[in-house]
């Protein structure tokens, strides 16, 4: 009999023990509940303001747009995403996703109202190209595929033909840092070179070979993995020394086995 008294007794205090913890929690609850509230849907908090810098490529009217539909967003379906404590960082990868190219973005917050958010879009530096009839894109000096480029020629800004059957993602890595060195590399040197002038490129899709096409129409063939500063001096003494006045005879100069250069004369019909 005690012991089923005590239990009775035991269950008894615990139901007053949550029932007070009950009538102390409500109330907090409520406070916390309603300053959520203010702060997520309070208008003082909401972005009104918006200033963009760094389009050219794009439109910015185009991108306010974007940024003003994600901002009528809600998270969740309840929380509003045009609040001015929402992640800066969040954001910044949302506008990102917009466009492939967008290389990065900043965003800069004065309460309470204003948001500031500076594109910084990927530089052209050069075309890439595949396919008959060409399929042209914009890359930037690392390779980066990021917009639909014309067909240049490739004397106004460098122009490789890449032959291997690959995909091209825009926004993504088109070539290997070793390969974009080589090219970057050599181009630069056409531009104070005699011999050179300009070049267009061309990988192989056999064995991912470049060939480096110059002015005077003569071909440079270079590996992915040659070292760019041995292969140019390589060729410019194998040029002074030994070809001389015959370069406008070129067929190609073979720089891909390291300090044995090959070269070639076009044959002529006699």
């Known amino acids: 009999m005690r012991k089923k008294s005590f239990r009775a007794s035991s269950k008894r205090h615990k139901k007053r023990r949550v029932a007070k913890s009950l009538y102390v929690m409500l109330p907090i609850l409520l406070v916390v509940g309603s300053l959520f509230g203010f702060l997520i849907y309070s208008p003082y908090f909401r972005i009104e303001t918006?200033?963009?810098?760094?389009?050219?490529?794009?439109?910015?009217?185009?991108?306010?747009?974007f940024l003003e539909r994600t901002l009528t967003e809600k998270a969740l379906y309840v929380i509003p995403q045009d609040i001015m404590w929402m992640s800066k960082y969040g954001l910044a990868s949302i506008i990102k996703s917009h466009s492939p190219v967008i290389k990065d973005v900043h965003i800069t917050r004065s309460w309470p109202h204003e948001l500031a958010v500076e594109v910084v879009e990927y530089s052209g530096w050069g075309v890439l190209c595949q396919g008959l009839p060409?399929?042209?894109?914009?890359?930037?000096?690392?390779?980066?595929?990021?917009?639909?480029?014309?067909?240049?020629?490739?004397?106004?800004?460098?122009?490789?033909?890449?032959?291997?059957?690959?995909?091209?993602?825009?926004?993504?890595k088109q070539m290997?840092?070793?390969?974009?060195?080589?090219?970057?590399?050599?181009?630069?040197?056409?531009?104070?070179?005699?011999?050179?002038?300009?070049l267009q490129f061309a990988i192989d899709a056999r064995d991912a070979t470049l060939h480096a096409e110059t002015r005077a129409g003569w071909e440079i063939?270079?590996?992915?993995?040659?070292?760019?500063?041995?292969?140019?001096?390589?060729?410019?003494?194998?040029?002074?020394?030994?070809?001389?006045?015959?370069?406008?005879?070129?067929?190609?100069?073979?720089?891909?086995?390291?300090?044995?250069?090959?070269?070639?004369?076009?044959?002529?019909?006699?």
Do not use: H
């Not at 993995?225 to 067929?251: F, G, H, S, W």
């Open 176 to 198: 290997s840092q070793r390969m974009m060195r080589l090219i970057t590399f050599f181009n630069e040197r056409a531009q104070e070179n005699d011999y050179l002038q300009s």
């Open 134 to 172: 060409e399929d042209c894109y914009w890359i930037d000096r690392a390779g980066v595929a990021f917009q639909s480029a014309p067909d240049f020629a490739g004397t106004i800004v460098p122009k490789i033909t890449d032959e291997r059957d690959r995909e091209i993602t825009l926004g993504e």
């Open 50 to 65: 918006i200033s963009i810098e760094g389009t050219d490529r794009l439109e910015e009217d185009d991108v306010r747009s």
């Open 221 to 270: 063939r270079l590996l992915e993995d040659t070292d760019p500063e041995e292969a140019y001096k390589n060729m410019q003494l194998t040029l002074d020394n030994e070809i001389k006045e015959k370069a406008d005879e070129l067929d190609y100069i073979d720089l891909r086995f390291g300090n044995r250069i090959f070269y070639r004369f076009i044959e002529y019909d006699r």
